[in-house]
């Protein structure tokens, strides 16, 4: 988080020191005495965020994928994001008890965001994600779909990316998909991917959409209101519509893997009802809303993400 915030990993890009820095220099323009300075860099060198060499330091390929802040996958605000939940971390144990995020919070009972940090917050992630999503589920038959609690766009730009017929709409809160449209349009995608702003729990939703992705966004929520929403999102799709569901999923006895279990107290820190829900619940609930022909697909990597399917009877 110090190192994002100081600006290493700007410093010690590519485009801005091709040839690395060594400490002095680096020194200089981080601001920083030397003692600290080199126990920040070496400490990154040692987890693989920079490279060092010769005594000079520069980017590892993955900090400049994930951390500079010019990345298109820049998980920069990600890291951030903890100095708005770091003094809810602090207070875990009054969290436990009370039930219930103690931040302040948006009208779903998420912490609160400036408005200019909430859009990036996950983009670079979602992204991602996306990506991962296009290559773990076919959505070759698929025409037209909603991108609902789509947030920035990114799965959106990652799907029509991997997909060049299929065209999209991002279903989200008005000032969300004011922001997200600049995104879509610097993806060069804006002729695809149109915007649709709504509340989820209340507004109508697209019509003429075949496919609903609903991606990273039912964990945020108590299984109530995941029910509704994708009641809601069944509802506004015609017989053989298809849900895609994207989640962080532990298994059935909550036991592993260790992320995925440790998601649900994250989810206590972030919000008021959220949890990291599982397979059963999912299928239970896609199921209630009239959907059927359930198929599960776990994506392999850190995020333990999982991809359910389903098609409207």
Known sequence: ?????????????????????????????????????????????????LEKESGRYRNSPLADRYLAAG???????????????????ERLEDALRADHQL???????????????FLDFLHGHSLAMG??????????????????????????IALCRAYPHLEAIVVDQPPVVAKAAVHIEAAGLGDRIT?????????????????AVVANVLHDFSPERAREILGRVAA???PGGRVVVLEIVPDEERRSPPLAVAFAVAMIVNTAGG???????????????GLTGVVVTAIPGRMVTTALEATKA
């Open 1 to 49: 988080m110090a190192a994002v915030q100081l600006g290493v990993f700007e410093s010690l890009g590519a485009a801005q020191s091709p040839d690395g820095l060594d400490l002095a220099e680096a020194q200089r323009i981080l601001g920083l005495p030397a003692r600290p300075t080199r126990a920040l860099l070496d400490t990154c060198a040692a987890t693989g965020l």
């Open 195 to 211: 915007t649709w702003p709504a509340n989820i729990f209340e507004s109508p939703l697209p019509g003429g959409c075949d496919t």
């Open 236 to 238: 506004a799709l015609p």
């Open 275 to 289: 949890d990291a829900h599982t397979v059963s619940q999912y299928r239970e609930w896609l199921e209630e809303a």
């Open 131 to 156: 990506e991962r999503l296009a290559s773990a589920v076919d959505f070759g038959a698929a025409v037209r779909f909603m991108d609902v609690g789509g947030g920035s766009g990114a799965v959106s």
């Open 103 to 117: 931040l302040p919070e948006d009208a779903e009972g998420y912490h609160a965001f400036p408005e200019d940090f």
């Open 71 to 89: 990345s298109e996958y820049s998980l920069r605000n990600y890291v951030l994001d903890e100095r708005w939940c770091w003094s809810a971390w």
